[in-house]
């Protein structure tokens, strides 16, 4: 989530939104951010069992640092995704529940209602979100996953206070952080001390070209991913594993994976099998997969449609 400046600039100029035009509404009561006290000791191990919920992530609210992995299952009927954002020094989930998700969520709310256009909207958010969104930094995290399904996704934390989240869109347009997915953690600075995966595909990701390596052979196998640049606007790169049935053609799941215009029921018939979410510049992360034979779409949610997908076939 590397918020720039000159992003918002970019927005607000193309929106040709005035001050006045910019003014954000009044708040209209709090989003639901459902807290829980953190436990007193930090999960030891780097191997986290994490099961999510239509709209809730029942996970630790306190780890170690280091390398740690995820396995993800999803109990609900709705595909998801577990973002880690790690919050500057001093701010607190409270502080990002109101001032950051609350306003995304109103101003989008006004956009879904056809009462401002995506620009504008994109303006108006940009002109409430707080100057530290800048310094939110996206750890990596868990990528889509379809209902029923168990990914694992090795991240590495670094201490501090985070933000867990999913903002995958409910069928009502609500984001789902906006029903229950945005969650504190807190990471401790004593390490799991678990050692880098091995891995055997290695996915790059830049501005905006997604580079693949390995043989998508049947079997198992774990992908690196690794983000070479920050990416403009609100979101980190990110990879995405989707099985496609046969007649699910790319430019459908393309158009599905914008936030904007979809993310939201219904799905394209396609099983998204996890991935690495969000990485700010020089972070990896490392997630596991099974491959069957069938038609695949290496994916990224942000910057699909600027050609960072690549399809292939395994025999
Ligand atoms: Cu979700």
Request: proline share 7%; glycine share 10%; hydrophobic share 40%.
């Amino acid at each position: 989530m590397r918020f720039t400046r000159a992003w918002a600039v970019l927005v607000i100029a193309l929106a040709g939104c005035g001050l006045m035009a910019c003014q954000p509404p009044e708040p209209e009561g709090p989003v639901e951010t459902p807290t829980e006290t953190p436990a007193t000791e930090p999960v030891e191990t780097g191997v986290v069992e994490v099961t999510l919920e239509d709209y809730s992530f029942l996970a630790p609210p306190r780890l170690r640092s280091g390398w740690t992995t995820f396995r993800m299952t999803n109990n609900g009927e709705q595909p998801h995704f577990m973002l880690f954002w790690r919050l500057p020094e001093g701010k607190t989930f409270d502080e990002y529940a109101a001032e950051v998700s609350q306003p995304f969520q109103q101003e989008f709310d006004r956009f879904y209602a056809g009462e401002v256009s995506r620009d504008e909207m994109l303006a108006n958010v940009a002109g409430r979100l707080p100057e530290w969104f800048g310094s939110v930094e996206g750890m990596g995290g868990v990528g889509l996953t379809s209902p029923g399904r168990t990914s694992e996704t090795t991240v590495l934390l670094e201490p501090g206070d985070y933000v867990m989240e999913c903002y995958v869109i409910s069928p009502e347009g609500k984001f789902h952080g906006s029903l229950g997915m945005l969650r504190p953690l807190i990471v401790d600075p004593e390490s799991t001390g678990m050692e880098v995966p091995e891995w055997d595909i290695h996915i790059s990701l830049s501005n905006y070209v997604m580079s693949v390596e390995g043989e998508t052979l049947a079997g198992e196998h774990t992908v690196a991913v690794h983000a070479t640049e920050n990416a403009e606007g609100l979101i980190g790169h990110d990879v995405h594993l989707a099985r496609l049935e046969a007649d699910t053609s790319i430019e459908e799941l393309v158009e599905w994976m914008s936030w904007i215009e979809a993310l939201r029921p219904p799905v394209p018939a396609a099983e998204f099998l996890g991935g690495a979410d969000h990485l700010t510049a020089g972070r990896t992360s490392y997630f596991t997969v099974t491959l069957e034979p069938g038609r695949y779409a290496w994916i990224s949610e942000g910057f699909a449609s600027a050609g960072m997908i690549e399809e292939f076939v395994v025999e």
